[in-house]
């Protein structure tokens, strides 16, 4: 499904982002890992030369520096798909934000990943007819307690994709959202954790809580030529939540 | 560690019960009307950034009364 393709996948190193690197590579796409976490790059990095005989090649970067981006970007071979995954989950209410907080979650979450496909346009290292996927949130969509700043920071990340969509079109280059709903991973197990004291989050959920599973199996056939006339889209992916 | 005194303080600001002072050390602080998600994320964020106590929110579930959770917390 993926033969040939060359795709980075950034925030590699644990939840979602961990599943779709096993999928690409699955999938016999060649996967281009990284992440913060040199150790837990290397892991999977490990799992899928292992189990899939094929490379999976990490380049670990903290894409909040400048340096990184350009090391990172001028290492990579010409892609042809890109998922941006990387970024932190903040749960913080509104009057107790600090000015270092509200940059620090832009910055990771929005901030650095334009800069980091803004470097892989100018390095000419997205080919024609690439598909890029942005994992957004369904917390943009949503007035949740205490997520104002990640969901502002998911609100840009989907409004950035769309623009980037029409502007890469003539290339045909697609550009698309995933945002999933509540997925059982680490992260969302301490969020879970909080909600709690009102309800249990699962019964929320008619089809009951994602896996990273699900979100990656529709990046997949994003990244895939079975996608291949879809741009600009922003697809919900929530176990039916926002139908109640 | 903060002192008992200055923690109970601390809900009246938290809650924002300015002319309210009708919390103790054996409210159940569960059955108080503002008890809700922002509530419990509240409390986390306050008491961290003014006196980086970490409280965590299974410590707010596991215990009822003021009094239960600043013990708690000293044990911690």
Same mark, same amino acid.
């Given at each position: ?123 000419? +290292? /997205? ?9 957004? =949130?369904? $917390?943009?969509? #949503? !007035? ?45 197990? +301490? /969020? ?9 989050? =699962?019964? $929320?959920?008619? #089809? !009951? ?36 | ?76």
């Amino acid at each position: 499904m993926l033969s040939g393709k060359n795709i980075l996948i950034t925030g590699a190193s644990s939840g979602i982002g961990r599943q779709i690197a096993i999928d690409v590579a699955a999938k016999n796409g060649s996967a281009f890992l990284t992440g913060r976490d040199y150790q837990r790059l290397s892991e999977v990095s490990e799992l899928i030369s292992k189990n899939m005989q094929t490379k999976a090649p990490f380049f670990p970067a903290d894409l909040t520096m400048e340096e990184d981006i350009m090391r990172l970007t001028e290492s990579l071979p010409l892609l042809s798909g890109v998922v941006i995954n990387a970024g932190i989950i903040d749960y913080t209410p509104v009057k107790y934000l600090t000015k270092e907080k509200v940059i620090n979650v832009l910055l990771i979450n929005f901030i650095s990943n334009v800069l980091l496909i803004r470097r892989l346009l100018e390095l000419r +290292k /997205i080919q024609a007819s690439a598909s890029i996927v942005f994992i957004s =949130s369904i $917390s943009a969509r #949503l !007035g949740v307690p205490g997520t104002s700043i990640y969901a502002a920071s998911k609100s840009a990340l989907s409004a950035f994709a769309k623009v980037l969509a029409i502007e890469l079109s003539t290339k045909r280059i697609r550009v698309n959202v995933v945002s999933p709903g509540l997925v059982a991973t680490d992260l969302k197990e +301490k /969020i879970s954790t909080i909600k709690n004291t009102q309800t249990d989050d =699962s019964k $929320s959920y008619p #089809l !009951g809580l994602g896996t990273v599973n699900n979100v990656s199996n529709q990046v997949i056939h994003l990244l895939s030529d079975k996608s291949e006339w879809m741009t600009g889209t922003d697809i919900l992916i929530d176990g039916g939540f926002t139908l109640r | 560690m903060i002192s008992k005194d200055l923690f109970l303080e601390q809900f009246y600001v938290i809650l924002e019960k300015n002319n309210d002072k009708s919390l103790t050390w054996q409210t159940v602080y569960k059955d108080l009307d503002e008890w809700d998600s922002l509530v419990v994320l509240s409390i986390i964020v306050h008491f961290e950034q003014n006196f980086q106590l970490v409280i965590s929110p299974q410590s707010l579930f596991d215990n009822d009364t003021f009094e239960d959770l600043y013990n708690s917390l000293i044990k911690s």
